[in-house]
């Protein structure tokens, strides 16, 4: 079995823990996604879920080589400082060969990639302080190492929307086949002009807010973030008690339209945790607020779940973090399962309209408190098929 210790979290809806699970429970009616850019190709503005910290706030990371210098790790030092005391008490009776780090990811450094390509446009040099390491998938998981002492494993995964989900059924495995005592595992990402881009080219970036299992939804915000775990062996009021890894591979960039990957995946969470569908408390949905994954995924939940479990997608509180995303959401789910959550609540799922009637039908959340929760499960579906369902619980 695999425990989550503790949880280092920041996004649009705060900085930290207690920050964060107030503004979504207690806060809802507030817009945590704002203006961002304008697309390079036409006067749209993109909404975005940016972190809700300031560069004065950030981290200084001025005392490491330039190549570890960007705001993705920033944003990943400041989750990590979160869950430092934890670790140090872990860490105690370890050795730092036993500690791994394994961290999902799919902007890296190319916010600062970006910055340079103009500086070289405009000034015909690449700026001295640039790095090409800043960009490299890896370099968050190399950087947190290099911060924590790890000499374990270490690496990043970037499998797009599903990475970090995917980072941590990688952490459960590495403690399952006693290559690690200890992981730091979860994701971050960082706004840039590449995906908000890419996606407006795809039609799939929504005209203003996203309306997650709306008859109105047309596509995504994106935002940014970081989300880490201590991951361990030591018995811990929350674990990590399933993942379920499916690939149906129907397309580049659409998902199955019906569901059988997605359905798959959260049938093997379940067989992998020893649960079934009844035991389920909580579904945060991949919830992306676009026309097709929004169709198929409330197919494949009622599939398996009826229209019985408490559903939600949070994406309108937060965007759509890519690669950090099913860290970020699994850390809503801890959040959710930990005395954070004072009122037993859980998170509405927010849209300016109401509920599309021809999606097949679940229970979504409007205004939830005083649940009994034991079992909660989160969903993230990566382009290529690329699906992963975790499950985390109380002990």
């Not at 961290?103 to 450094?109: A, F, L, M, Q, V």
């Not at 040099?125 to 890896?138: F, G, K, L, N, R």
């Not at 989900?165 to 960082?190: F, H, P, R, W, Y």
């Not at 099913?326 to 809503?332: P, Q």
């Amino acid at each position: 079995m695999s425990y989550l210790h503790d949880l280092g979290i920041v996004c649009s809806l705060g900085k930290d823990k207690l920050s964060v699970i107030d503004s979504l429970l207690n806060h809802p009616e507030n817009e945590y996604l704002t203006a961002w850019q304008q697309a390079v190709d036409s006067e749209k503005q993109f909404i975005c879920g940016q972190a809700t910290v300031s560069q004065t706030e950030l981290p200084n990371l001025s005392e490491f080589s330039s190549k570890y210098q960007s705001r993705n790790n920033q944003l990943a030092m400041l989750a990590y400082q979160q869950i430092s005391p934890t670790l140090f008490s872990l860490t105690k009776h370890s050795t730092p060969a036993r500690i791994a780090v394994v961290i999902g990811t799919s902007t890296s450094g190319i916010k600062e990639g970006e910055q340079a390509k103009a500086c070289l446009n405009s000034d015909n040099q690449w700026p001295q302080d640039y790095h090409y390491h800043m960009q490299e998938m890896v370099s968050p998981a190399e950087f947190l190492a290099k911060v924590s002492g790890a000499k374990g494993p270490v690496y990043s995964i970037s499998t797009a929307c599903s990475s970090s989900a995917k980072a941590m059924a990688s952490a459960q495995a590495l403690l399952e086949a006693d290559l690690a005592d200890i992981v730091i595992c979860g994701g971050v990402d960082t706004l840039s002009h590449l995906p908000n881009n890419g996606f407006n080219s795809l039609e799939s970036i929504a005209s203003q807010y996203c309306n997650p299992l709306s008859a109105e939804r047309d596509g995504i915000n994106i935002g940014e973030g970081a989300a880490l775990f201590v991951m361990a062996k030591q018995p811990a009021e929350i674990k990590l008690c399933g993942v379920g890894e499916t690939s149906d591979a129907h397309h580049i960039s659409a998902p199955h339209p019906s569901g059988e990957g997605a359905q798959a995946a959260m049938q093997k969470a379940l067989e992998h945790a020893s649960l079934s569908p009844s035991d389920i408390d909580y579904i945060n949905l991949h919830g992306t607020a676009t026309i097709k994954n929004d169709e198929m995924e409330a197919l494949a939940v009622h599939s398996l779940f009826g229209a019985k479990v408490p559903c939600s997608s949070t994406k309108r509180f937060t965007g759509h973090t890519l690669g950090a995303a099913g860290a970020i959401e699994s850390a809503i789910l801890w959040l959710l399962l930990s005395n954070f959550n004072k009122t037993c609540a859980l998170p509405v799922n927010k849209s300016d309209f109401g509920i599309d009637a021809k999606l097949a039908n679940i229970s979504t959340v409007k205004n939830q408190t005083n649940i009994k929760l034991r079992y909660c499960l989160s969903n993230s579906f990566a382009f290529g098929g690329n699906n992963i369902s975790v499950i985390i619980g109380k002990s």
